[in-house]
């Protein structure tokens, strides 16, 4: 059997009690299964799954009772009688030290009130976890809704201050508009009894031009008239022995007839109206207001043409 001599006890066994080594043994199986079950809850945790049946060691009972009794009770020479027990336990740190994770893991105990607890602690944070994201989630889409209601507030109002006031715009533009056709309304009025009265004057002077012309060709003709009487009358003085005397007196009487009744030097050619006497030069027709003839008011005279 090979020893290994860095754990070899110098000292005296009689040194070394039976009550140490029962507790360092303690101790050292206290630590192991500290390790191992600081394992499982690390293993545990990170999977949120118990350990199948499997993993639980069928022997955990005979090795912690091998720990105080083997029933190899074979010793070597070296071990200055020391008790088995101090031997055995070294032997189980050994084979603990040099087992794998998963061996580590079969030898320790599954403590299923630990794992349920675990477990139980995980679904609460979870159920808190989710229960704190619904609570969250439900608010943030509060604050969205009833932003989007406020949003959609504040744009209908906008657009219903932009809307009145277009409509205040149109609406004075309207009543502008009507105020402008009514004075226009009243101008077309206005034009209408003005055309009318200058078409009531534009009948009027074309009544008294129409009264003055048919005056003047009367006038004419009985000018006319009276100087073919006149040839007649010189005509017949002139045969006479008298000629002489006859034809100076009928030009006499004649130019006499034609001379102006007012100044007697120029000729007469302006038509007084209403009495229709021919008896007045320009220059007196201008200035008289009375026929000299008749002596009656004069309203209207007509510049004659004899030539």
Known sequence: MAV??????????????????????QQQQYNNHQLNCD???????????????AAMPESLLSLYQSSFCDP???????????????????DFTTELTSLPPRHKNK???QPSFLTQEILYQFQHHQSEIDRVLAHHTEKVRMELEEQKVRQ????????????????????????????L?????ER??????????????????????????????????????????????AQSSCGSNDAGEGCEDTAASGGGARLCRSCGVRESVVLLLPCRHLCLCRMCGSTVRNCPICDSGMDASVHVNLS
Do not use: F
Not at 4 to 25: G, H, V, W
């Open 107 to 109: 030898i320790s105990p």
């Open 39 to 53: 394992y499982i809850c690390n293993t545990q945790m990170d999977s949120a799954l118990p350990l199948p049946p």
């Open 152 to 179: 959609s507030r504040i744009l209908a109002s906008a657009i219903q201050e932009a809307m009145a006031k277009k409509l205040k715009e149109k609406d004075e533009e309207i009543q502008r508009m009507g105020k």
């Open 181 to 185: 056709n009514w004075a226009l309304q």
């Open 188 to 233: 077309v009025k206005n034009l209408c009894v003005e055309n009318q009265i200058w078409r009531d004057l534009a009948q009027t002077n074309e009544t008294t031009a129409n009264y003055l012309r048919t005056n003047l060709e009367q006038v004419l003709a009985h000018a006319g008239e009276e100087r073919a009487a006149v040839a007649d009358d």
């Open 4 to 25: 290994d001599a860095s754990y070899m006890n110098l000292l005296p066994s009689q040194l070394l009690t039976n009550r140490e080594m029962i507790k360092s043994n």
């Open 72 to 90: 190899n009770k074979a010793d070597s020479g070296l071990t200055y009688n020391l008790p088995l027990q101090r031997k055995r336990s070294r």
